[in-house]
């Protein structure tokens, strides 16, 4: 099976993805590396906050992906997502490890940009759902989420600083990554449709 | 842990913000749990699109080939998988044998006979085409967990353990360790349960042909353990890994 490197991939395709992955195969470590490579080494740029740091953390990734291979399971959950929940555990380990710290305390994302609407480096299709995900947010909710997932700040450190009770934090945090993760679904679905439809 | 307890973790586990402890007894806990799995799954792939929504940053192009070489020649030197999965069966299995016999084989174990031990382990390592059956005679009266021992970062190498727990009969863990020929012992076994932490009081032993094992007794309950470190002389972590109930 060949895969294109940018168009959405079925479930079926990604789970012989990762079997071909974990059997070694070059071209597919070449066609994950061309879907989530950028993405990868991004994140780890942004909460490692150096490109050496950035590209090890991409190796690393990389790697895992391929030891941890054989657990993924397409009908729990897309690949980009459990491959991004790797490079930011990863990425979490590091800081703790390099800081000796228990808990990160991540560092250099000054704040989650306004998302763009479109810009010509767009690659994959994935990439813009979520940006328009993204812009679906209110500007309180990117900046509790960022605070969360790029800071590393804890949801009763939110609640401390912001003077708002934790369970409401929590409710707010978890409501974020719903309306994010259903701003993503119903996009894959009118993707699909327009792809069976064959619009444009 | 229970489900209600679990979901009040699962943003935070969503995010990363748990500690290792508290998110391996999620991770647990959502091991057997559709419920909670699809729960964690939905607000997991919220979280992922925060990443994916960054502005792209461009690595050097010699990254992909980096990635590439380094992912074929990790599985062109270790089929994926294959060795420590087979070592896990024959741990699992050896320790069936052991527990059939019973006081007898632990007092075996337990005279320092160590080496004969390991010895065995390699020995069966040819016979595992027929270790599924005692496996699974074993999971029937008995708890086994897995984890794959991860190497922390500028570390290179791997391993993976596993832990019997089974009434009436003390636990044991069995750890086996792949590291490079510059990573010298000793290196002591940490052990983290969801309760305390507790250091095992063994270190991992050099096996002729290069990777370190520990078999280890320690007549406490194991079936809770959440997590395992292997440290070196200096107390710093070479590798981790988060405790699994065994699953084929």
Known sequence: ????????????????????????????????????????YTLGVRLLGNNESAEELTQDVFLTAWRKGSRFDATRGRLSTWLMAIAHNMAVDRLRHDRGAARPSLVFMEELPEPAPHDEE??????????????????????????????????????????????????????????????GAEEARAAARAVEGGAP | M??????????????????????????????????????????????????LALPMESPAPSLETRVVDRVRSAAGRIPPGARHRVRA????????????????????????????????????????SNLGKALESFKGWGKTFTADLDPAPGVRGGGSAVISSAPNVDDFIFIDVVLPGNQRGPFVVQIVDNRSA????????????????????????????VTITVLDSASRTVLTGTVHPYAD
């Open chain 1, 1 to 40: 099976m060949t895969f294109d490197p940018e168009g959405p991939l079925s479930r079926e395709s990604e789970q012989e993805l990762m079997r071909q992955l974990v059997a070694g195969d070059e071209d597919a470590i070449r066609t994950l590396y061309a879907r989530f490579g950028r993405s990868v």
């Open chain 1, 122 to 183: 767009e690659g994959l299709i994935e990439r813009d759902q979520a940006r328009r995900a993204m812009a679906g947010l209110s500007p309180a909710e990117r900046r509790l989420l960022s605070h969360a997932y790029f800071y590393g700040w804890t949801a009763r450190e939110i609640a401390q600083a912001d003077g708002i009770p934790l369970g409401t934090v929590k409710t707010r945090l978890r409501t974020a990554l719903i309306k994010l993760r259903r701003a």
């Open chain 2, 2 to 51: 229970t489900c209600l307890e679990v979901r009040e973790r699962l943003t935070e586990h969503a995010l990363g913000l748990l500690t290792k402890v508290d998110a391996a007894e999620v991770e647990r806990h959502l091991e057997w749990c559709a419920g909670c799995r699809k729960e964690s799954a939905e607000l997991e792939e919220g979280a992922a699109r925060m990443a």
């Open chain 2, 89 to 128: 069966l024959v741990a699992v299995t050896l320790a069936a044998a052991l527990l059939a016999v019973g006081a007898m084989g632990w007092a075996i174990a337990e005279r320092g006979h160590v080496q004969k031990l390991n010895q065995t382990l390699s020995a069966k390592e040819a016979q595992v």
């Open chain 2, 198 to 225: 507790m250091r095992v009081g063994r270190t991992l032993v050099r096996q002729p042909e290069g990777d370190w094992v520990m078999f280890d007794r320690t007549g406490r309950d194991l079936s809770r353990v």
